[in-house]
């Protein structure tokens, strides 16, 4: 059983975008649907989550507050070292991952993942090594479809759907 969704950033929870104002801020786009499942997956589910990313970004730290995100880690090369760590900590096993990744630096760890998912516009190069393409573009609802997959997978389905009403 899935217990734990490790997440991608850019071109994963965003459509891959980084927008810079005249005074150097970031801007990032995410999607209002793939935070609500989030959320349902972390606080009603009581299952796991980590955001592993290889840039830093004080809107990731702000988002992944917001929705209750386990585990945080920004400025990642080596994702698999940081996941082995995780596992370690919540005595889990890569049996009990599914992670979701869209570009070559995710490769090894979607690899690893008992189920691998990346969203539809992800690297061609990826599609080849995942269980799953969304049918959704990254930042557009591919971490929800991924989150309803396990939960439709794990019969967990309807908990998820009723859970707010």
């Not at 702000?62 to 082995?84: C, F, M, P, W």
Request: charged share 30%.
């Amino acid at each position: 059983m899935i217990e734990l969704i490790i997440l991608d950033v850019d071109g994963t929870l965003t459509d891959g975008k980084i927008i810079y104002t005249n005074s150097g801020e970031e801007i990032k786009n995410f999607d209002v649907k793939d935070g609500l499942a989030i959320a349902s997956w972390n606080k009603i589910l009581s299952k796991k989550s980590a955001i592993i990313t290889g840039r830093r970004s004080k809107l990731v730290e702000k988002r992944a507050n917001e929705l209750s995100i386990t585990h945080l880690y920004q400025g990642v090369h080596d994702k698999d070292k940081v996941i082995d760590d995780i596992l370690k900590k919540e005595g889990l096993t890569w049996e009990n991952v599914a992670a979701i990744g869209d570009d070559l630096n995710d490769l090894k760890m979607l690899k690893k993942a008992a189920l691998s998912f990346c969203p539809n516009d992800a690297n061609e190069y990826i599609k080849k090594y995942v269980n799953i393409v969304t049918t959704k573009n990254g930042g557009n609802g591919a971490v929800r479809q991924m989150i309803e997959y396990i939960c439709k997978d794990d019969g967990l389905l309807e908990e998820f759907y009723t859970v707010w009403g």
